[in-house]
């Protein structure tokens, strides 16, 4: 697998050909479309973004069952993969979420809007929790670590035995669309909600793989250092 992973020295637009849920991505590392000819290498050069990080998202993102090797992690600043989790919350929060549930609310209008209503009401609920206590504590804590400072009243173990799913109750709402969506909604908007969400679910099972299998393996070295 490792001759197909994405280097430096692509051009970024070939990243997108090659898989165009980057396009959920490149807006997070604050990267426009307009890339030309640039490699990726002179794009994060130029936005001052970390080429390991950069390469080790698309890479997570467009490569099944991928995992970087311990030279890879060696060269991820923490701090940037913070920063871009944090950018990831926001797109959810703002942008992701609120237009899933405005799709869903529209193919549902002439049947069972209520319980649809109700499940995503709850759902955005259980997405606000969930970041609120990342960003709250663990990133905090996070910080604290970098600053070569310890605590003896949390770890990133916490975090790890404690991080819910946050996945499952959208397979839990593509179930419930597919089996009741109302017959007479036009199948452009059924279809469009569906795979909207379907990409939802893909994506955010990219980023928890990225803060349960790289965020705390990172953090973990730093607590065995200063320990």
């Known amino acids: 697998m490792n001759h197909s992973l994405f ?8 990243l997108v050909l090659t898989n165009y849920r980057l396009l959920f991505v490149f807006p997070r590392f604050g990267i426009e479309l307009s890339v030309g000819e640039n490699t990726v290498k002179q794009v994060c050069e130029r936005k001052g ?9 698309c890479n997570v993102y467009s490569f099944k069952e991928y995992l970087p090797e311990k030279r890879i992690l060696d060269n991820i600043p923490l701090d940037n ?3 871009y989790l944090r950018n990831c919350h926001k797109d959810y929060l703002e942008t992701l979420i609120p237009q899933i549930i ?14 649809f209503e109700k499940f ?27 600053q070569r400072n310890k605590t003896d009243n949390y770890s990133i173990g916490e975090f790890e ?7 499952e109750s ?51 070295r730093i607590e065995k250092d200063i320990k």
């Open 102 to 115: 405005s799709e869903i609310l529209d193919v549902t209008q002439s049947c069972h809007q209520a319980m």
């Open 170 to 220: 959208l397979n839990d709402l593509q179930n419930i669309l597919i089996k009741y969506l109302p017959g007479d909604c036009p199948i452009e908007k059924s279809r469009k909600a569906l795979i909207d969400l379907f990409l939802l679910e893909d994506d955010l099972s990219k980023h928890t793989l990225l803060e349960e299998r790289i965020l705390v393996s990172l953090v973990e």
């Open 7 to 14: 280097s430096e020295n692509m051009k970024l637009a070939d």
């Open 49 to 57: 973004i970390s080429i390991p990080l950069f390469l080790l998202v």
């Open 81 to 83: 993969l913070i920063t």
């Open 161 to 167: 035995k404690n991080h819910s799913n946050i996945e």
């Open 120 to 146: 995503c009401e709850k759902y955005k609920n259980e997405v606000i929790a969930h970041f609120e206590y990342e960003e709250n504590v663990v990133f905090p804590y996070i910080s604290f670590l970098l």
